[in-house]
């Protein structure tokens, strides 16, 4: 069966918790900011060289292997943006622009499904750690500056951080794993 595309904007992260996932936006701080990304790539290996880790635990939900393609995606994704935020001017009105990413169009034209679940593996760790170290780089002076997503909501370096740490903790928990990165 196919999955249900998520419609849900999730931007409300950035300033109360997750009901599901037990995230907490006000539990970040811009000094941990990277160590917590970092900290969400942690056992994805383990979950993805389960033997079922191809296989959707429901109908409508995505497998472990498909939540990892999609994770090694968000990481990329996020980096480009942020690196978008972080070349803008802190001075232009609206920001950087971000291009629109349909999360489920992807998992279709890049066939999750059929990925090699190791080579995942690999793929979201250095992807995370990519994104933790730009992350890590960020001076105090860049944390206001601006992007704008495709929909029209409006981030900032610093609540950029909050969105995408919830995006990386919240799938750990869809696949069972801890949460508590703090």
Same mark, same amino acid.
Request: aromatic share 14%.
């Given at each position: 069966m196919a999955i249900t595309p998520d419609s849900k904007d999730w931007t409300w992260v950035m300033e109360r918790a997750c009901p599901e996932c037990g995230y907490d936006p006000a539990t970040v701080r811009r000094t941990d900011v990277g160590d917590r990304i970092a900290r969400s790539a942690v056992d994805w290996d383990t979950v993805l060289a389960r033997p079922d880790a191809g296989v959707r635990p429901e109908e409508g939900v995505w497998s472990a292997? &498909?939540?990892g393609c999609h994770l090694r995606d968000v990481y990329r994704i996020m980096n480009a943006r942020l690196h978008l935020m972080l070349?803008?001017?802190? $001075? @232009?009105a609206d920001g @950087?622009?971000? @291009?629109?990413w349909d999360q489920d169009a992807t998992a279709i034209e890049d066939d999750y499904a059929a990925q090699d679940a190791a080579e995942v593996a690999r793929e979201? $760790?250095? +992807? +995370?750690a990519v994104f933790a170290d730009s992350y890590r780089c960020v001076r105090e002076d860049q944390w206001k500056r601006r992007g704008l997503r495709s929909n029209?909501? $409006?981030?900032?370096?610093d609540s950029f951080a909050r969105? $995408?740490?919830?995006? @990386? &903790?919240?799938?750990?928990w869809d696949v069972g794993l801890p949460t508590a990165l703090r």
């Open positions: 292997l &498909e939540y070349g803008y001017d802190e $001075a @232009a @950087a622009r971000f @291009a629109n979201l $760790a250095s +992807a +995370a029209g909501s $409006a981030f900032t370096v969105y $995408a740490l919830h995006d @990386a &903790e919240h799938h750990r």
